[in-house]
């Protein structure tokens, strides 16, 4: 019987197969880490807020939305597309939205704000019915009343296949730990028999010794006993 390595094998291009699926809706879309951005160029007739241009988004892609930015990488990474790809505007608008409630900005799309970029401005300023853009060319950040909101192009984000389809899952994540739990279970058996394997064959080797090492001259003992009895 031969260790179960082919089947831990198996496991494991299941698990890398199921953590390597992830794409974007399609080529126009670019990838960055865990996420998808595309810009949607041109001034649109139908867009007369930003909640057109969240719209607009959600219609290009399932789980789209107008974009938010979770760290300086991205904000970067933003800044640097305009420049090299897009070529877009030098203000588009950010998903993001003072909530007089909390006293706070917040992005559309409910990610949690972690980071902002704000170029300096009065501290006194009146936040009622403000939103912010982006000036493309540094990647600051600008607050300006919602209604102003520049609706030339729309930049798009949204979340790789992978993650949409999988994380979210219960289901899926109850899998994923019955893999791992496999996997390792797996690798314990191998384990297990190996030692099991090698235990066995050092004991066969022992006794082998063991016999050769009390019986050396069993034959001659045999002739010697044969001689004293045809003698007596």
């Known amino acids: 019987m031969e260790p179960p390595f082919p089947a831990l094998l198996c496991l494991l291009g299941l698990l890398a197969t199921a953590s390597g699926a992830a794409e974007c809706p399609s080529s126009a879309w670019i990838p960055f880490r865990s996420s998808c951005y595309i810009f949607l160029q041109g001034t649109f007739d139908e867009l007369d807020s930003i909640d057109d241009a ?9 789980g789209a939305d107008i974009i938010s930015i979770k760290n300086k990488e991205e904000n970067t990474f933003i800044q640097e597309t305009f420049k090299n790809h897009w070529q877009g ?3 588009i608008s950010l998903g993001m939205f003072f909530d ?3 006293n706070a900005f917040k992005w559309f799309d409910k990610s949690e704000m972690k980071f902002t970029n704000w170029i300096e401005e009065e501290s006194n300023e009146e936040l009622l019915n403000t939103c912010a853009s982006m000036y493309t060319k540094s990647g600051e950040w600008k607050k300006i009343s919602c209604e102003d909101l520049p609706l ?17 899952d219960k289901t899926a994540l109850t899998t994923t730990l019955v893999i791992i739990f496999t996997i390792v279970l797996t690798v314990s058996a191998a384990l297990f028999w190996f030692l099991y394997k090698r235990n066995i064959s050092s004991g066969v080797l022992c006794i082998t010794h063991h016999s050769t090492a009390e019986m050396p001259y069993s034959d001659e003992t045999v002739l010697i006993d044969e001689e004293n009895e045809y003698t007596a």
């Open 152 to 168: 030339t192009g729309t930049l798009c984000k949204t979340a790789f296949a992978y993650e949409k389809k999988y994380l979210p």
């Open 54 to 62: 969240r719209n607009r988004c959600k219609g290009n892609a399932s």
């Open 89 to 91: 505007p030098d203000y």
């Open 100 to 102: 007089t409630d909390d």
